[in-house]
T-cell receptor
Framework: NAGVTQTPKFRVLKTGQSMTLLCAQDMNHEYMYWYRQDPGMGLRLIHYSVGEGTTAKGEVPDGYNVSRLKKQNFLLGLESAAPSQTSVYFC???????????????FGPGTRLLVL | DAKTTQPNSMESNEEEPVHLPCNHSTISGTDYIHWYRQLPSQGPEYVIHGLTSNVNNRMASLAIAEDRKSSTLILHRATLRDAAVYYCILRDDNQGGKLIFGQGTELSVKP
């Protein structure tokens, strides 16, 4: 199993450009998450999905859109990139929650995005 | 969201035990205590979790105070590969299982 993979690994954008980050998981997980991490900070949740075709906002959703058309993929879109979106983006997935707070999240290697 | 408080940084010597503390005085009865760590230039990885009882796995042990307002992650013999940022997180499945990360504790291990 590859686990959680992210594409691309690194990207440079100009202000106002758009792009899509792809997250893929091969563990048949129900839940998927997008986080961003700024230098010296912990991760912050952007959006998440509890199943195919469903998405929900996290802590810092502004400026981002997501889609979950297939169970194994979770896309993060930036319609008009801004320098404030320069960050490292992590995707994660987990199994269906049992209500016992036990399911762990598996993280991808991250995508480094620089917006000039 | 319930918050956790951790020291910004800690140092340890190789092959010695390390105790990483975490305070979570506002923890609710349904919050599980999770620990993740993030090695340099990598995504976070799961370490251990617990609710009320102390827990052990191959990576670490988790000691939870009786009132659940604090916990301690124990690495029994630190190695250079354990140098990472360790995050203590309270997780409630009623909120989609999302993890709320603080700044964590940066652990450095000296040879």
């Amino acid at each position: 199993n590859a686990g959680v993979t992210q594409t691309p690994k690194f990207r440079v954008l100009k202000t106002g450009q758009s792009m899509t980050l792809l997250c893929a998981q091969d563990m048949n997980h129900e839940y998927m998450y997008w986080y961003r991490q700024d230098p010296g900070m912990g991760l912050r949740l952007i959006h998440y999905s509890v199943g195919e075709g469903t998405t929900a906002k996290g802590e810092v959703p502004d400026g981002y859109n997501v889609s979950r058309l297939k169970k194994q993929n979770f896309l993060l879109g930036l319609e008009s990139a801004a320098p404030s979106q320069t960050s490292v983006y992590f995707c994660a997935s987990s199994r269906h929650l049992t209500g016992r707070g036990q399911e762990t999240q598996y993280f991808g290697p991250g995508t480094r995005l620089l917006v000039l | 969201d319930a918050k956790t408080t951790q020291p910004n940084s800690m140092e340890s010597n190789e092959e010695e035990p390390v105790h990483l503390p975490c305070n979570h005085s506002t923890i609710s009865g349904t919050d599980y205590i999770h620990w993740y760590r993030q090695l340099p230039s990598q995504g976070p990885e799961y370490v251990i979790h617990g609710l009320t009882s102390n827990v052990n796995n191959r990576m670490a042990s988790l000691a939870i105070a009786e009132d659940r307002k604090s916990s301690t992650l124990i690495l029994h013999r630190a190695t250079l590969r354990d140098a990472a940022v360790y995050y203590c997180i309270l997780r409630d499945d009623n909120q989609g299982g999302k993890l709320i990360f603080g700044q964590g504790t940066e652990l450095s291990v000296k040879p």
